[in-house]
């Protein structure tokens, strides 16, 4: 990056035209991306950690430093969580507009569900900046000739304009008027329109208005695009990114394909960059300081830092199971933010039933695992905190917390949440008195997979197989992390193995030892963010090992 000092931006300002094009924002988390929002369930949204705060923060101090404002379209579900967000953006000076609440192409909405969407998004961030809304932009996606109904929508809404069109190749075939800022008229109301700026000769347009073409395109095409368009065209340049595109260290999704990664990732290193030569030799302003709107205030509106603070969560109930549950993690640091999102879920969730104590265990990771997990909860009288000081593996830290925990139920969960953790209000009802553990089944009968490539599926099976003829539990799973215990019952028994394979191990010497075990059908699906620990082939190899020492496992344990 330039890293372009306040004083040198004013200078470059006296060097520029005094002509204003448009600047437009758009301000969503890197997860409602539409290359990525496929990856992400809906339930699970809320375990994403957030980085829109910090990015807007980013986006406003980058436009101060050029003394630019712009139309900032913000997604209703982020400013229904994070209304001091959409409030900075006001006390700015910038415009506040709608992008919908949530992220769906208008080829989806009805005009029922569209004049919904429309009203709750207008109605929060009205309320979250204490300004009129007057413009709106749809949140994926485009408006086509076939989705002018949408422009009818949204003036009897009361919008003022939109700016949800965006030309490609032959799409204004008919109404090459429509390229420009124009009037669309419906009756005796009218909106404003203010289509995405285009490329190309007329009848052949190319999106050229930035974001992920000013990331993926040569930079020197889209300067010749955007000054071919400032000598030619009376109409103002509408220009567009999104905050999340100036932050580099975006986490990674561990489903995107190429393409989506190309989209989510290349060049957001090089984006302010980018962005700081168009800020450098133009001016920009926001659609209604163009059009000299007045947003203007809301009456009787608190600004988020005047109102009330939400109650403090409260404590489990009185006759609320003990449980403790246990995270074994290693190099985790790219999920320890939706970690810590699932814990807190976990907690409200479980409270009227259980009173849930949590140990993370650290295996000796390499990256900065343990300095994040000390600063996210270090402070917690919730969660306990332990440090592999050498690497043992995951059933080696699994055994350390169950060890240290202070309840006699334990359960164990992946860090990566592979399984929902919601699930455990069904393995723990099957942990009688005497059950020693019971453990999660995808390969049941009755359980579920979803997103975890085919060939780790045969694996797990055959495998499972081979365990059943030799064990007197046939189960479809013997290697889930994700189980309920009975701490007496599995403290003292020690494992050769500690990784992956011994889960394995702890559930076949249970086994052996005449111990009564339950399988629970689950939902296993593939993690959302990083990457997985398991080596294949070494495991594979593992697990034959371990198949030849079950005989040896019965003569010693066997009741």
């Known amino acids: 990056m330039t890293n372009v000092s306040t004083a040198q931006a004013a200078k470059l300002r006296h060097k520029i035209s005094q002509r204003y094009h448009l600047l437009t924002v758009a301000v969503e988390d890197y997860f409602h991306a539409t290359a990525v929002n496929r990856l992400v369930a809906d339930r699970h949204r809320m375990r994403m950690e957030s980085r829109v705060d910090a990015n807007v923060d980013a986006t406003l101090e980058l436009l101060e430093r050029y003394g630019h404002r712009a139309t900032f379209f913000v997604l209703g579900w982020v400013a229904e969580r994070l209304p001091e967000v959409v409030c900075r953006i006001a006390e700015a000076g910038h415009e506040v507009a709608s992008k919908g609440y949530d992220h769906i192409p208008i080829t989806e ?259 900065d695992t343990w300095e994040g997990l000390q600063a996210r909860f270090g402070h917690r009288s919730d969660i306990q905190l332990i440090n592999h000081e050498t690497n043992q593996g995951v059933a080696a830290a699994i055994m350390t917390g169950i060890r240290a925990a202070r309840t006699e139920i334990v359960c164990s969960i992946d860090a990566d949440c592979t399984y929902d953790p919601h699930q455990l209000e069904n393995l723990i009802p099957m942990l009688g008195d005497d059950v020693a553990m019971v453990t999660a089944s995808p390969y049941h009968k009755d359980g579920t997979v979803v997103g975890v490539p085919e060939w780790r599926l045969f694996l797990s099976r055959n495998l499972s197989r081979i365990y059943g003829t030799l064990l007197h539990h046939r189960f479809a799973t013997y290697t889930a992390c994700f189980r309920a215990y009975r701490k007496s019952k599995v403290e003292d028994i020690q494992l050769d193995l500690g990784g992956f394979l011994g889960v394995a191990e702890l559930l076949i010497k249970l086994d052996v030892m005449g111990e009564k075990i339950a399988e629970c059908p689950a939902t296993l699906e593939a993690r959302v963010l990083g990457a997985s620990k398991l080596k294949t082939l070494h495991t594979i190899r593992g697990h034959l090992a371990l198949i030849g020492k079950i005989p040896s496992m019965k003569r010693q344990l066997a009741p």
């Open 109 to 367: 909405h009805t005009v029922e569900t569209f004049r919904d969407e429309v009203q709750r998004s207008k109605q929060l961030i009205e309320h979250a900046a204490n300004r009129r809304v007057l413009g709106f932009r749809i949140p994926q996606g485009h408006f086509s000739l076939d989705d002018l109904w949408a422009l009818d929508v949204l003036a009897e809404e009361g919008y003022r304009y939109d700016s949800s069109i965006y030309p490609r190749l032959h799409s204004l075939a008919g109404q090459p008027w429509r390229r420009f800022p124009h009037t669309h008229q419906n009756g005796a109301r009218s909106i404003q329109e203010f289509p995405l700026s285009t490329g190309g000769v007329d009848g052949f347009l190319l999106p050229a208005a930035g974001g992920n073409y000013f990331r993926q395109l040569p930079p020197s095409l889209m300067h010749f695009s955007f000054s071919f368009w400032d000598r030619r065209y009376t109409a103002p340049f509408n220009m567009y990114f999104h905050t999340w595109e100036l932050d580099p260290g975006l986490p990674q999704f561990a489903g995107a394909d190429f393409l989506a990664r190309l989209r989510q990732y290349r060049n957001l290193d090089r984006m302010e960059e980018r962005l700081e030569y168009y800020f450098g030799n133009y001016r920009f302003t926001s659609i209604a300081d163009y059009n000299r709107w007045e947003q203007g205030y809301l009456d009787g509106v608190p600004l988020p830092s005047e109102r009330v603070p939400s109650i403090q969560r409260p404590p489990p109930a009185e006759d609320a199971v003990p449980i403790t549950i246990v995270v074994p993690c290693f190099n985790e640091s790219p999920v320890l933010g939706y970690l810590e999102n699932t814990l807190d879920e976990m907690s409200e969730h479980f409270r009227d039933r259980y009173d849930v104590q949590f140990v993370l265990v650290n295996d000796c990771s390499t990256d």
